[in-house]
């Protein structure tokens, strides 16, 4: 008889800890050395992990699997509660040290990170991108809004019957030049907003999106910031609000639908950083117009961290499943021992093929996750301090590489928010049955997180809008000799890799699959031809009419920029004896998130020969994952993401699947609660009465006989 731990077992049963721990003895490399490479340096890693370690130990902050069984008013009420303690930490937080935190309770709790992201990361980025610096100060130090504290802002951007096409919203200000205000107003049911984080309860000033109407004339949309509640909390006069009711997740966001009737605010109401009004009504327009959209970048940005962190969330939970579970006894073992253990669910070629590209792309992410963020910070420095200075000269020097920043984070956006949705279910199929319990954390994750493939900018939209520069500087270098700046510059090599060049090979031998430099080359050139061919198209017909080759540019720009910010992190890692770990994921993820997915452009363009696409396939995949596999106890702890923010039963460090499952379920589902609120229905259907019983016997033989007499 077994000795009883956690339950009592009378005979051995599946023993799913010893493997992931057995597995984790032999691991070949450190993965604290290995999460300096994933958060970009050893002070970052360490910080990250001294914040994780303070969350966890808050008593209001702590999330466990009783989170997944809350209903939609227990969302709200516990996140206003986690709000307000979020808040006392912000006191004492650096911004930088701040933002990192607000990273990690994304993962954790995505809908307390939204609702004060929405405040501290659009509303004020909003005021930050397209006010003054007084204006700025005003609205976010001098209001306390950026100490969550005085005032609590969110983003009006969004309407019931626009979203993307920001350009097209109908909300109008109206310039009054008889009592210098503007007046704010939603003329119809379509220009109403819509989505709105915080405004259903929470936020008591916006900034809105709404059309420049001076002296008659429409001057475009434009950004003001306008009170909705006073000190009282109570609503302002022409403002109606309400809530949007149920969503896929998230609910503990108070997402809501606000309307201006004729509400008027003071001229200097209006963010003035590039576009202003004058006392007159004098009107002077941005040097670029989608100057005003910078605020969405932020988002943008973190969206590409979360991608990482979710991925790395969701590989390490159907990982660690995949080296507990055991399922039928695959060809690695001997079919004549009858004691041999069934095979691990990882051993399977399949199942490595389903999951480990996902691991892989969490890794190449990291890198691109980190250099943008940094890329944003200089960028919008650099802009502002140009502004601040007047300087037309660095102004423009900011626009552009403002140009190619819209660019690599529309396309990283798109993509990766794409990829980590797929992950999150992908994951959850590859975990069978068990997959679908909530305990699990994957349908909370997926509800939670898919709205990122909409959110500030549908991601096909995104897609087309990052993909039509590029098909128009390919235009501009044929018709005009132009010289592409930036990320994109490699557009400038057009005639080298099209025209009579048009067939040159790029991976034409097996060995090139090896070489992350070669692959990321054969990508750029694949986005030369594709975007040759498409603005070809345009000339005939229109950029509208090869919108689904626009999508494909700009995913594949996007996992250029990947590549290329993998090689170079992997170039300068001082950790020498973990980069052939790191080079074997590099070359999984070229292999299967950017070579096999899209090798229908590969092979169509001929950058990759035939023969070398079918050696992908049969040879290179799986002897990547081969490679992989012994080191994927190590390469998913690397994540260094403790079981609080995993929140999983099926994917807890010490991999005991079974007792943690079902402990949980026990917990939170009381086996002494043997009946049911609704038992009553139950007992009243099984226990009902006879027809013949409950119609009285008025239809029996014996009643007949009595009637017809």
Same mark, same amino acid.
């Given at each position: 008889m077994a000795i009883a731990t956690n339950t009592v077992n009378i005979s051995q049963g599946p023993d799913p800890k010893t493997s992931i721990q057995n597995e984790r003895a032999n691991s070949k490399f450190d993965p604290v050395k290995m999460h300096y490479f994933l958060e970009g340096s050893k002070e970052r890693a360490e910080e990250l992990k001294s914040l994780m370690q303070q969350m966890e130990r808050d008593p209001v902050l702590f999330t466990d699997a009783s989170y997944y069984d809350l209903t939609k008013d227990q969302q709200r009420a516990l996140t206003a509660v986690k709000i307000n303690r979020v808040s006392r930490y912000l006191e004492g937080d650096s911004?930088?040290?701040?933002?990192?935190?607000?990273?990690?309770?994304?993962?954790f709790d995505p809908q307390v990170a939204t609702r004060i992201g929405v405040n501290l990361g659009l509303f004020i980025s909003c005021v930050r991108g397209n006010g003054t610096y007084e204006q700025l100060k005003y609205w976010a130090l001098d209001k306390e809004t950026a100490h969550i504290k005085g005032i609590y802002g969110c983003f009006g951007m969004t309407e019931l019957a626009h979203g993307s096409n920001v350009s097209g919203l109908e909300t109008t200000a109206t310039f009054d030049k008889d009592t210098d205000e503007f007046v704010i107003n939603t003329p119809h049911i379509g220009a109403t907003k819509w989505w709105i984080g915080g405004?259903?309860?929470?936020?008591?000033?916006?900034? &809105?999106?709404?059309?420049l109407i001076v002296d008659g004339e429409d001057y475009g949309v434009k950004t003001f910031v306008v009170p909705l509640r006073d000190s009282n909390h109570d609503l302002m006069p022409g403002i109606s609000v309400g809530d949007i009711g149920s969503k896929m997740g998230r609910d503990g966001i108070d997402n809501g639908w606000i309307q201006f009737s004729n509400v008027r605010i003071p001229r200097f109401f209006m963010l003035q950083k590039f576009c202003k009004v004058s006392r007159e009504g004098k009107v002077i327009l941005p040097p670029l117009e989608q100057l005003s959209y910078s605020a969405l970048l932020g988002g943008r940005v973190m969206m590409v961290l979360d991608s990482y962190r979710m991925i790395a969330r969701m590989s390490t939970i159907a990982l660690r499943y995949a080296i507990g579970r055991r399922q039928f006894k695959g060809d690695n073992v001997d079919p004549d021992d009858e004691n041999a253990l069934e095979t691990q669910l990882l051993d399977y070629p399949l199942h490595q093929k389903r999951l480990l590209p996902y691991l892989a792309a969490?890794?190449?992410f990291a890198t691109g996750?980190?250099?943008?963020?940094?890329?944003?910070?200089?960028t919008l420095s650099d802009l502002d301090d140009a502004v601040d200075q007047n300087d037309d000269e660095a102004i423009m020097k900011s626009i552009d590489a403002m140009k190619s920043l819209f660019i690599d984070s529309g396309s990283l956006k798109s993509t990766c928010t794409w990829l980590a949705a797929e992950a999150i279910d992908q &994951?959850?199929?590859? &975990?069978?049955?068990h997959g679908y319990s909530a305990y699990s954390g994957f349908g909370k994750a997926?509800?939670?997180?898919?709205?990122? &493939?909409?959110?500030?900018?549908?991601?096909?939209?995104?897609g087309v809008n990052i993909g039509k520069p590029l098909v128009k500087h390919v235009l501009a270098i044929e018709d005009d000799g132009k010289v592409v700046k930036g990320s994109s510059s490699f557009l400038n090599n057009l005639k080298q890799y099209t025209g009579s060049n048009a067939t040159n090979v790029i991976l034409d031998n097996v060995a090139d699959l090896n070489d992350l430099k070669k692959v990321a080359k054969a990508v750029e050139i694949a986005i030369i031809r594709l975007a040759h061919q498409a603005a070809t198209t345009a000339r005939k017909n229109s950029l509208d009419y090869v919108g689904a080759e626009l999508v494909t540019l700009s995913k594949l720009k996007a996992h250029h920029y990947l590549l290329n910010e993998y090689v170079v992190?992997?170039?300068?890692?001082?950790?020498?004896?973990?980069?052939?770990?790191?080079?074997?994921?590099?070359r999984l993820y070229a292999a299967t998130m950017v070579l096999e997915r899209f090798a229908g452009i590969f092979l169509t363009f001929n950058v990759v020969s035939?023969?070398?696409m079918a050696a992908l396939t049969s040879n290179q995949i799986p002897q990547l994952c081969k490679e992989v596999r012994p080191h994927v106890v190590a390469l998913t702890d690397s994540f260094q993401q403790s079981d609080m923010l995993v929140n999983s039963v099926l994917g807890k460090y010490d991999g005991d699947i079974y007792e943690n499952y079902f402990g949980t379920v026990k917990t939170l589902n009381k086996p002494s609660n043997t009946k049911a609120p609704y038992s009553g229905a139950l007992e009243a259907m099984l226990n009902r009465p006879s027809i013949e019983e409950r119609e009285r016997f008025e239809k029996t033989v014996e009643t007949g006989e009595i009637l017809s007499r």
């Open positions: 911004i930088d040290t701040f933002n990192k935190r607000l990273s990690l309770i994304g993962l405004a259903a309860h929470s936020a008591t000033h916006t900034t &809105c999106y709404a059309r969490a890794y190449v996750a980190v250099r943008i963020e940094q890329t944003i910070d200089e &994951c959850r199929q590859a &975990c069978g049955g997926y509800n939670d997180f898919v709205v990122q &493939c909409t959110w500030e900018g549908d991601n096909n939209i995104l992190r992997l170039e300068r890692f001082e950790e020498k004896d973990l980069i052939p770990y790191l080079v074997s994921l590099g035939p023969s070398v």
